[in-house]
């Protein structure tokens, strides 16, 4: 979730819900987007999430049952996201109470954002559903001009603001994972089928970059690693982008800089960061307490998987603080003491100094509570 997004008030946002009857249902007929109509101030006001601190009241387990519906699943997928926004403490990122790091965007951006990709993420459902008898690898690239789509709807929804970018990629691939897998899903062939989509993209994407500081200094006069590692990405773009004669996302300036794959990394490798998202999620106690759930999942992930986000913002010392704080708060206990609330408090305060703010690691979080609760619509895991 990098960069810009657009300021509204959350006091004028009350606790949300998304009742089935909120998220209506998409029928397509074919893979192109239908429009999405915004709602209004008084509409969004109306949503309600469904309760953080028990949301077996919210969605009770249902009985092991054929193949849920892609509508429904476009309705979890939105749920999901809403849920990852609305969680806090979250250090850094966009809460139901706070900006975080971020003075262009809010909840109420993240609410908009979540019901324009809904069409999206049960397309992406239905899209898998319909290209069983496809490769793998024939999948992703019908996916992502969806994904394109889906990006345009988010930019439209939230005037300019990127909020769901990452998601769009990860939540999607998911989506059409269990499209593609239908009663056969779990945890674990999740991962494995959203992995087969986009084997190799880091290669394809990439393959005219230098990967690392020890191949960009090769390849790149004047490039220094150890000043690398203690220089901010975003002021080393310009140099980079001069250097190699061509512009950069955010994303390949990391890859050139510290040879990290980032999101397409993550997704190659099975989505070990989901998997644990979802394990913690479960250990932490999601079906008594969401919140806190959430907020421990995101600790956990902060202090153990590579962020590039983190990076983006704050370079190799942002992203060591970044490391060091969560361990340190998941040691004292989180929200679970006082002295872990407290620690909480200092890590939200310094990531907000520093502008610090983990999206790859919302996203993952954003991915398991998906995962947690298609496992409880279905019960099928």
């Known amino acids: 979730?990098?960069?810009?997004?657009?300021?509204?008030?959350?006091?004028?946002?009350?606790?949300?819900?998304?009742?089935?009857?909120?998220?209506?249902?998409?029928?397509?007929?074919?893979?192109?987007?239908?429009?999405?109509?915004m709602p209004s101030s008084a509409a969004l006001s109306a949503v309600v999430l469904p309760g953080l601190k028990n949301?077996?009241?919210?969605?009770?387990?249902?009985?092991?049952?054929?193949?849920?519906?892609?509508?429904?699943?476009g309705e979890l997928a939105v749920r999901a996201a809403i849920l990852e926004a609305a969680a806090g403490p979250k250090p850094g990122l966009v809460c139901r109470d706070s900006q975080g790091a971020h003075k262009d965007m809010d909840y109420a951006t993240f609410v908009r954002s979540a019901l324009a990709l809904q069409g999206y993420f049960t397309q992406a459902h239905a899209l898998?559903?319909?290209t069983t008898a496809l490769e793998s690898g024939a999948v992703f690239p019908r996916l992502r001009a969806l994904g394109l789509k889906a990006e345009h709807d988010m930019f439209a929804a939230t005037n300019g603001v990127n909020t769901h970018k990452g998601l769009v990629f990860s939540l999607g691939l998911f989506c059409a994972a269990l499209g593609r897998l239908g009663n056969a899903a779990n945890v674990q062939a999740l991962c494995r089928t959203a992995a087969s989509f986009v084997r190799g993209i880091t290669r394809a994407d990439m393959a005219a970059l230098p990967c690392g500081p020890q191949a960009a200094q090769l390849a790149i006069p004047g490039f220094c690693p150890h000043k690398a590692r203690h220089a901010l990405p975003k002021a080393t773009r310009p140099?980079?982008?001069k250097a190699l004669g061509r512009s950069l996302t955010?994303?390949?300036?990391?890859?050139?800089m510290y040879g990290m794959r980032g999101v397409r990394g993550e997704a190659e490798q099975g989505f070990p960061?989901?998997?644990?998202?979802?394990?913690?999620?479960?250990?932490?106690?999601?079906?008594?307490?969401?919140?806190?759930?959430?907020?421990?999942?995101?600790?956990?992930?902060?202090?153990?998987?590579?962020?590039?986000?983190?990076?983006?913002?704050?370079?190799?010392?942002?992203f060591a603080l970044a490391r060091t704080y969560a361990a340190t708060t998941l040691d004292a206990g989180g929200l679970d003491t006082a002295h872990g609330r407290r620690t909480l408090d200092r890590m939200g305060a310094a990531f907000v100094r520093r502008r610090l703010s983990p999206g790859g690691c919302a996203d993952m979080l954003a991915t398991g509570v998906f995962l947690h609760l298609l496992g409880r619509d279905s019960g099928h895991f």
Not at 3 to 18: F, K, T, V
Not at 65 to 72: D, G, I, V
Not at 297 to 306: F, H, K, Q, S, Y
């Open 1 to 37: 979730m990098p960069e810009s997004r657009h300021a509204l008030s959350s006091s004028a946002m009350p606790d949300m819900a998304l009742p089935a009857s909120a998220l209506l249902s998409v029928s397509m007929p074919s893979f192109t987007m239908p429009p999405v109509a």
């Open 55 to 73: 949301l077996r009241a919210c969605a009770p387990r249902r009985q092991k049952s054929s193949s849920l519906s892609s509508a429904r699943v």
């Open 128 to 130: 898998g559903s319909a």
């Open 239 to 241: 140099l980079l982008e």
């Open 250 to 256: 955010p994303g390949e300036v990391i890859y050139v």
């Open 273 to 318: 960061g989901v998997a644990l998202a979802c394990h913690s999620l479960r250990r932490h106690g999601a079906a008594v307490n969401m919140n806190r759930a959430m907020v421990h999942t995101l600790l956990e992930l902060l202090a153990r998987v590579e962020d590039t986000s983190l990076l983006w913002r704050g370079g190799g010392r942002g």
